[in-house]
Structures are given as structure tokens and as C-alpha cells.
């Protein structure tokens, strides 16, 4: 009981401290025909480390990752899909990425997702070679944030010696 609330809090807070976040495409309507994929996505910060995950049912769906053209005109002779109906993909690179059901005519019908992915946040503030004031206070911000994550940590382990 207490080591799976130990889990449980370890595996809530390591997200928190790398902060990679899963994005459930379509949210709880999943990858399917009839979702507007370019307003799912609107309002969405996507990072370098984080994943989308399509869910849909296995068959009916795939995924398909184009490039900006193949995406315009539904092309879908660019690679093979993924098929699993939880599919999850890691964004491992920052810049624009495309992705189509290759089934049918689901492409053409709307069920195409576009997204821009952001650098992930860095944790730690690259040494400036000219350093100076500005540099030091920055890297005293990420100490601090980090002893932040650490003493989240802390109090998780706490908690679960409080729990025996
Ligand atoms: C999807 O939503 C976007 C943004 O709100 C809108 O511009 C676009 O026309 C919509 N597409 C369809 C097919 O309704
Ligand atoms: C689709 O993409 C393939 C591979 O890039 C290309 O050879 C083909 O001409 C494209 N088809 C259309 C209709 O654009
Ligand atoms: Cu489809």
C-alpha cells in the first residue's frame, strides 16, 4: 500500500521536474473523423521531450507523418503508418510537423493534425561566455528551482515514511 503510493507520487512528480507532457490528440474524442484538429491544437504548447499520443480504434485509423506538401494534398504514399490505435510519439525535434490518416478519404475529410514544436525548457541556463551579473542571477533562479523539484521529491519520500 505505502510503496504504491510511493509510486504513485514518485511517478507524478518526475514529470513535474522534467516537465514532458503527453498531449491525447483529439482529447477524449481521440484520432477520428469529425474533430477539427487545427483547433485541438490551437491553443497548445508543444515541447521538444513531450508526446502525442493518437488513439483510436486499430483498423480504422492510422498514422501518418507527411511533410508540408503531402499534408496540403493528402498525399499518402510518403511512409509507412503507425497502427496500433495508441500510437505515441515522441517529439524529439523542435519545428513543424504533419501527420494524416492515410485510410480512405479521412485525410481529405479533415483528420490531419499540424503542429509546431517548441525547444524544450531548458533546466539549466547555457554558461554565457561573457557571463557577468545577468548570468549569475539566472543561474541562481535555476538552483533555486531545482531545490524546488528536490524538496518535492523530499516531501514525497517523507510522505511515504509517514504512510508505514
Ligand atoms: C477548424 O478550426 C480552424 C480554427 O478555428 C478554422 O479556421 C477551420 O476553418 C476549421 N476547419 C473546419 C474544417 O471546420
Ligand atoms: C506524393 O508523394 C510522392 C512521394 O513524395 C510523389 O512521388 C508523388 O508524386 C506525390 N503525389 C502527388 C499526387 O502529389
Ligand atoms: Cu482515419
Same mark, same amino acid.
Given at each position: 500500500?505505502?510503496? @504504491? ?7 507524478? #512528480? ?8 503527453? =498531449? ?7 484520432? @477520428? ?12 504548447? =508543444? ?6 499520443? $493518437? ?9 501518418? @507523418?507527411?511533410?508540408?506538401?503531402? $499534408? ?36 481529405? @475529410?479533415?483528420?490531419?493534425? $499540424? ?31 531545482? #531545490? ?15 504512510? $508505514?
Amino acid at each position: 500500500m505505502a510503496l @504504491k503510493l510511493a509510486l504513485f507520487i514518485a511517478m507524478a #512528480t518526475v514529470p513535474a521536474i522534467v516537465g514532458a507532457k503527453d =498531449f491525447i490528440v483529439g482529447d477524449e474524442e481521440g484520432w @477520428k473523423v469529425g474533430v477539427n484538429y487545427t483547433e485541438w491544437a490551437e491553443d497548445k504548447e =508543444f515541447r521538444v521531450g513531450d508526446r502525442i499520443v $493518437f488513439n483510436y480504434v486499430k483498423g480504422k485509423h492510422n498514422v501518418l @507523418k507527411v511533410t508540408g506538401p503531402a $499534408f496540403r494534398s493528402c498525399n499518402k504514399t510518403v511512409s509507412s503508418p503507425l497502427t496500433t490505435g495508441n500510437d505515441k510519439i515522441e517529439l524529439t525535434s523542435a519545428g513543424r510537423k504533419w501527420y494524416i490518416c492515410a485510410i480512405g478519404d479521412h485525410c481529405e @475529410k479533415g483528420m490531419k493534425l $499540424f503542429i509546431d514544436v517548441d525547444e524544450a525548457e531548458v533546466p539549466a541556463p547555457a554558461p554565457s561566455p561573457t557571463g557577468g551579473k545577468g548570468n549569475s542571477g539566472n543561474s541562481g533562479n535555476s538552483i533555486s528551482s531545482f #531545490t524546488y523539484s528536490y524538496l518535492v521529491g523530499l516531501a514525497a519520500i517523507w510522505a511515504m515514511v509517514i504512510m $508505514f
